[in-house]
């Protein structure tokens, strides 16, 4: 059985009280490096900031555990690479939080013989996954200029460092190169933690539910899903191959049957290369589209999100899709499905990219999808003389217009 637990030594007050002293004395050493910025006092800075944490956590026989920000700081220097000797000394010092606080471990047998997992929860993660991505799109943004780990910057890392396997001997000598193998071998510590001690427990129970939160399973379950459709489009697969249901039919049966779980999915669910292919998947169902064989040459423009809107020119296919679905509805996953392709056009995350699925992405310019989007809100409009546009869809439809009117 999964047992969740805080951090240890915070059950007490006394307990909370010590923590946040040596938070708020050694995150001061940090603060005073950032006014310094590259300078010498600075790396010093940093410095003394690792071995405050080393001495507070690591040294002593029952020491405190380092609170989030403590840890997280220690990231951020291991990420910026300032010399060899801050990325050596942050990595090892993160391996040795690993090691000496683990996040998720096995306990020893209890009363009844059984051993249970048990889950940190206030540990940090260097991973934006499951509840780290539920969040706001102002949190996950913020997320994201601290340097945490989505999938599609997992794999960029990773690329990354294959890339080196091409360059001259002294550009392998790089520090920045240098510091992201320590740092990609760091996180896959973090994943193989996580790995062993989940299966471990599914070998000794065969209970499936402690596999199916593996942070590496929730990192990469979608992306493979995804390669095996592709794969599929292009009759690459076999039956040999398996008939797993994909984890995003999963989601998309789940918001179908209940509808009204709908807005709030949308809301707290900011990976905008996901959203923006359950939003596509979502409209495909309730929208007429020509019949395809398994074997078809890669995937029709009916299948992206340029094919969804033009599907909303033909007046009698907007009432189809307002009957099954409501003007409500429609115009939420218009307006978030807009707002996810515009964060994809930022990131650059077009066709030809890493992590980048081109049956939803089209190479086209944004004023045309914009022009698509309030193309498709008129007719809406036109369908349905009563409608009331929500904020988000005026939002949309704002943000649309000033790119047309730009253009």
């Known amino acids: ?51 405050a944490v080393r001495i507070a956590s690591i040294v002593p026989e029952n020491g405190t555990p380092p609170t989030k920000k403590m840890v997280e700081a220690v990231f951020q220097i291991l990420r910026a690479g300032k010399s060899l000797e801050l990325i050596m000394s942050s990595y090892e010092l993160l391996n040795e939080i690993e090691k ?25 993660l260097p991973f934006m996954v499951s509840l780290d991505v539920m969040s706001s799109e102002k949190e996950t943004n913020r997320r994201k200029l601290r340097g945490l780990f989505d999938p599609n910057g997992f794999h960029e890392l990773i690329t990354g460092l294959a890339e080196m396997a091409y360059k001259t001997n002294s550009q392998r000598l790089d520090t920045k190169f240098l510091g992201n193998m320590l740092l990609f071998q760091y996180l896959v510590n973090v994943l193989e933690g996580d790995f062993l001690a989940r299966i471990s427990m599914y070998k000794e129970s065969m209970n499936w539910n402690f596999l199916r939160e593996c942070l590496i399973n929730m990192l990469l379950i979608m992306e493979i899903d995804m390669s095996k459709q592709q794969a599929n489009m292009l009759g690459l697969t076999t039956r040999s191959d398996g008939l797993r249901i994909p984890l995003i039919e999963i989601i998309l049966d789940e918001l179908t049957y209940y509808r009204k779980i709908l807005p709030r999915f949308l809301q ?22 020509p019949v395809r064989t398994r074997r078809s040459n890669g995937p029709s423009e009916d299948s992206t999100f340029l094919g969804v809107l033009k599907s909303f020119s033909d007046s009698s296919s907007v009432r189809s899709i307002i009957k099954k679905l409501n003007v409500e509805v429609i115009q939420l996953l218009l307006a978030h499905a807009f707002l996810a392709y515009m964060s994809l056009t930022s990131q650059q995350q077009l066709p030809g990219m890493p992590g980048c699925n081109e049956a939803v992405i089209d190479s086209l310019s944004l004023v045309e999808i914009s022009k698509n989007v309030a193309a498709a809100f008129n007719s809406l409009r036109e369908a349905d003389k009563k409608i009331q546009i929500s904020s988000l869809g005026k939002e949309a439809l704002f943000t649309a217009t000033m790119i047309i009117s730009t253009s």
């Open 268 to 289: 707290i669910f900011n990976d905008p290369k996901w959203k923006l292919e359950i939003i596509v998947q979502y409209l495909l169902k309730y929208t007429a589209k």
């Open 1 to 51: 059985m999964e047992k969740r637990e805080t951090i240890n030594n915070c059950g007490n007050v006394k307990g909370r009280m010590n923590r946040g002293c040596i938070e708020a004395n050694t995150l001061a050493i940090i603060d005073s490096a950032e006014i310094h910025k590259d300078s010498q006092d600075a790396k010093d800075d940093r410095m003394d900031f690792l071995e």
């Open 100 to 124: 000496r606080f683990p996040r998720i471990y096995v306990s020893e047998s209890s009363g009844n013989g059984s051993p249970e997992l048990v889950v940190i929860e206030e540990a940090w």
